[in-house]
C-alpha cells in the first residue's frame, strides 16, 4: 500500500533564507511524486513531478526536488524564498499508470515567508 | 484553453436542501476527480472517473453524495439532503491518463450549509 506523509505542518522561513519542506513515501512500485502549491483561495497548482527520469526535478519559481529511493524521500528546495512563496505545500504520490491507480495527497505543509 | 471550470464559485444554503456541484474538465482530458478540503480533514479525494466511468468512489462519504458524469466535458457532485458538516471547499481536477499525469484543479466551490 502506498502512503505519503509530510513531517511539518508548517514551516517558517525569513525571505532570501533557503526553504525545506520534507515529504516521505511508501509505495510497493515505482511511484509517481509531485508537488502542488495552493495559495490562499485559489485551486492546487503543479510545482513539479517526479515520473522515473531524473531523480533531481525543477519545477516552476526556482523550486526543485530530489527522489531518493534509498531515503524513500521528496522533499522540496528551494535556495531563496520570496514572500510570493507564502502557501500551503502538498507532496502527492501516485502509484502505477492504469486508470485504476491510487492517488494520495499528504496532509500539506503551510509555509510562511517572515521579512 | 480556459481551465477547469468550476460552477457556482460559492454556495450558502439551508440544511436539508440538494446542492449540485458542476464541473467542466479541460478539453482531452480523460481523468476527473472529486476532492473535498477542510481545515479538519484536509484535502480528500471523493472519487474519480476515468473516461466517464467512476473508478474509484471509496472516498465518498456516505449516499447523500453522489456524482455523475454524463458525458467528457461535464460532471456534477451532488449532496442530498445536505447538512452543516458538508459544508467545505470541493475543488474539481483533470487530467490526461494515466494517472502519472498532473491534474490541473479548478478554483474551487465554497459550500456553506446553514
Known amino acids: 500500500a502506498q502512503s505519503v506523509t509530510q513531517l511539518d505542518s508548517h514551516v517558517s522561513v525569513s525571505e532570501g533564507t533557503p526553504v525545506l519542506l520534507r515529504c516521505n513515501y511508501s509505495?510497493?512500485?515505482?511511484?509517481?511524486l509531485f508537488w502542488y502549491v495552493q495559495h490562499p483561495n485559489k485551486g492546487l497548482q503543479l510545482l513539479l513531478k517526479?515520473?522515473?527520469?531524473?531523480?533531481l526535478v525543477k519545477g516552476i519559481n526556482g523550486f526543485e526536488a530530489e527522489f531518493k529511493k534509498s531515503e524513500t524521500s521528496f522533499h522540496l528546495t528551494k535556495p531563496s524564498a520570496h514572500m510570493s512563496d507564502a502557501a500551503e505545500y502538498f507532496c502527492?504520490?501516485?502509484?502505477?499508470?492504469?486508470?485504476?491507480?491510487?492517488?494520495?495527497f499528504g496532509s500539506g505543509t503551510r509555509l510562511s515567508i517572515r521579512p | 484553453d480556459a481551465g477547469v471550470i468550476q460552477s457556482p464559485r460559492h454556495e450558502v444554503t439551508e440544511m436539508g436542501q440538494e446542492v449540485t456541484l458542476r464541473c467542466k474538465p479541460i478539453?482531452?482530458?480523460?481523468?476527473l476527480f472529486w476532492y473535498r478540503q477542510t481545515m479538519m480533514r484536509g484535502l480528500e479525494l471523493l472519487i474519480y472517473?476515468?473516461?466517464?466511468?467512476?473508478?474509484?468512489d471509496s472516498g465518498m462519504p456516505e449516499d447523500r453524495f453522489s456524482a455523475k458524469m454524463p458525458n467528457a466535458s461535464f460532471s456534477t457532485l451532488k449532496i442530498q439532503p445536505s447538512e452543516p458538516r458538508d459544508s467545505a471547499v470541493y475543488f474539481c481536477?483533470?487530467?490526461?491518463?494515466?494517472?502519472?499525469?498532473?491534474?490541473?484543479f479548478g478554483p474551487g466551490t465554497r459550500l456553506t450549509v446553514t
Open positions: 478539453s482531452g482530458h480523460n481523468s
Open positions: 502527492v504520490v501516485s502509484e502505477g499508470y492504469s486508470s485504476a491507480s491510487k492517488i494520495i
Open positions: 509505495s510497493s512500485y515505482s511511484p509517481s
Open positions: 472517473f476515468n473516461n466517464n466511468v467512476p473508478i474509484d
Open positions: 481536477a483533470s487530467s490526461l491518463e494515466p494517472s502519472s499525469y498532473e491534474q490541473y
Open positions: 517526479y515520473t522515473s527520469a531524473a531523480t
